[in-house]
């Protein structure tokens, strides 16, 4: 029966100079590596300074008479057919209580509000609007006024409409780029109409 081969030792000798001289053992590369590869792996964060202002909810327009006669004949015509196609009084009933809803909406002046932008989202009063509920964001002409309406990504989420100064609108546009992309928008004739009326 043969014996089985024996593997030979290394000598202590051997196996210290296997070993770079004055670095332990397991040494992989040097602090100053270290440093450099630390520095590949951790991405780039940005931060901006956060913008506050305070504006109006929205562009007040003016009202008179006419606005409000116009507004009561449009319903009491829609009251008419409805009655008309549907002859139940219930559902009739609803549309002079909706257009006097819409007309008290309507004639209610705006709130001064107060904003704040920051890497975290938009704030508006106590609200706060993460970035990752909208899709993009737009800056709109409106006569003299400017606005940037922000796009939900929810399909039922109404867009957020916010006003600035003038002065203000390069800073809130610079924080909301590095966070959505920007599209350019026109208002089209029924958000020019809404716009109007301010439901």
């Known amino acids: 029966m043969s014996e ?6 290394q000598s202590e000798q051997s196996q210290q100079d296997a070993v770079p001289q004055g670095e332990p053992a397991g040494w992989k590369f040097s602090s100053e590596d270290a440093g450099e590869a ?5 991405p780039s964060t ?3 300074e956060p913008v ?7 562009v007040a327009h003016e009202k008179g008479a006419m606005w409000y006669l116009s507004l009561a004949a449009i319903f009491a015509s829609g009251t008419l057919l409805a009655f ?3 002859r139940d009084y219930v559902t009739t009933a609803v549309v002079p209580v909706v257009g006097i809803i819409f007309g008290i909406a309507a004639a209610r002046p705006p709130r001064v509000l107060n904003y704040e932008i920051d890497d975290q989202g938009l704030h508006i009063e ?3 609007y993460p970035y990752n509920v909208f899709k993009s964001f737009s800056i709109v002409e409106e006569g003299a006024f400017h606005s940037i309406v922000l796009m939900p990504l929810k399909r039922f989420m109404p867009a957020l409409t916010i006003y600035y100064a003038p002065e203000d609108e390069h800073k809130i546009a610079d924080v909301l780029g590095s966070f959505l992309p920007v599209e350019v928008s026109k ?10 009326i301010r439901f």
Request: hydrophobic share 30%; aromatic share 8%; glycine share 0%.
């Open 4 to 9: 089985p081969e024996l593997q030979p030792k």
């Open 38 to 42: 630390s520095d590949d792996s951790t």
């Open 46 to 48: 940005s931060s901006h």
């Open 52 to 58: 506050t202002w305070t504006a109006s909810e929205y």
């Open 84 to 86: 008309l196609f549907t």
């Open 126 to 128: 106590a609200k706060s």
């Open 187 to 196: 208002l089209d004739l029924i958000d020019r109409l809404m716009r109007k």
